[in-house]
C-alpha cells in the first residue's frame, strides 16, 4: 500500500556528507506519510553526493510519488542563503528545514507535526525530539531556551530518550532549524533567513524570534522523534571558522532580541552551560531503525 502524502515541502542542504545525505532522503521515503516534495541544494559537493542526487534518488523519489527539486551551487554559499533559495522552490502548505545528518526514527513523524500545526492558528512553528542515533538514544535537543542576558540552553540534553519533563509537548523560546516543520505562511510573511547569519549558527534563534514576534507560537512535540549525528552538517568545513561564526551571531542574535528575551522567564544563566557530550560517526553507529 501506497503512503499518504502530505502536502509539505521539506529543505534539505548538502555539502558533501554523501552517506548521511543518502540516510536523511532514503528516511523520508520509507516514513509514511512521505512529504508532497523534496528540496536539496547542494553547496558544492565534491564526494558523489551531486551524482547520486542527479542520478540514483529521482527515481526513488519518483518511485514513492514524492516531487523532487534540486539546485546545485558551485560553492559553498551557506546554510542560509541556500535554505531561502529552496524557500523560493516549496510549494507545500508546510515547509519544513532539515540538516543532511538528520535520519528519520519515528516513521509517523510528519504526520505528528503537521497535526499539531492544524490545531490552532497561532501554531508556527513545530519541532521534534532529537536523539542521539545510539543506544540508549538519548535526547540531543527538546527545544531551546534562552537565558535573560542571551545565554542558550538545549533543553534535555544528554537525559533519557523517556525523560518525562521532556516527553510533554511544550511552547519554547526558539527551536534548532536541524529538523522543524512551518506553516508557509511565516516565511511568507516575514521572510526567510537572515543571511547576516551565514553560513549558520543562531539563524534559526532568530527566525523563530521574529515568528514569535509577528504572533505566531513556537512548540516542541516528543511525539516525533528524529536521529541527529550532531554537528556533521557544520564539520569539515575548513573554509569557515564556525568559532568565530558563532560568537558573531551570537553577538547579533543578543544586540536584536535583548528586548524580549531579557523580559522572558528564561533559565538561569548557570544552566546555560554546553554539555559536551560523545557523538559517533555513521561508521560506528550503523543505520538506525525506523520505529512505528
Known sequence: MAAETIDASIIVVSYNKRRYTE???????????????????????????????????????????????????DSNVGACTARNQGLELASGRY?????????????????????????????????????????????????????????VKYLGRGEPVDAPEHNVRREVQCLISACWLMKAEIPAQIGGLDEVFNPAQFED???CYRAREAGWTVLYDPEA???????????????????????????????RWKHMFENEDGPPDEECHWKDLETRPIEKTGIPPIVD
Open 95 to 151: 515547509v519544513g528545514f532539515m540538516d543532511n545528518d538528520i535520519a528519520v526514527r519515528s516513521r509517523g513523524w510528519l504526520r505528528v507535526l503537521a497535526d499539531v500545526l492544524e490545531e490552532t492558528e497561532d501554531y508556527g512553528i513545530v519541532g521534534p525530539k532529537l536523539v542521539f542515533p545510539f543506544e540508549p538514544f538519548n535526547i540531543q535537543h527538546a527545544g531551546a531556551a534562552i537565558s535573560k542576558t542571551g545565554r
Open 225 to 255: 522523534e528524529m536521529y541527529h549525528y550532531e554537528s556533521v552538517t557544520t564539520d569539515g568545513s575548513p573554509d569557515v571558522n564556525y568559532r568565530y561564526v558563532t560568537i558573531r551571531n551570537g553577538m547579533e542574535f543578543k544586540r
Open 205 to 207: 534563534f532568530d527566525l
Open 23 to 73: 540516510l536523511c532522503l532514503t528516511g523520508m521515503l520509507e516514513a509514511n506519510p512521505v512529504p508532497a516534495q523534496i528540496v536539496v541544494i547542494d553547496n558544492g559537493s565534491t564526494d558523489g553526493t551531486v551524482e547520486y542526487l542527479e542520478g540514483q534518488f529521482p527515481a526513488a523519489a519518483g518511485a514513492a510519488n514524492v516531487a523532487f527539486d534540486l539546485i546545485c551551487n
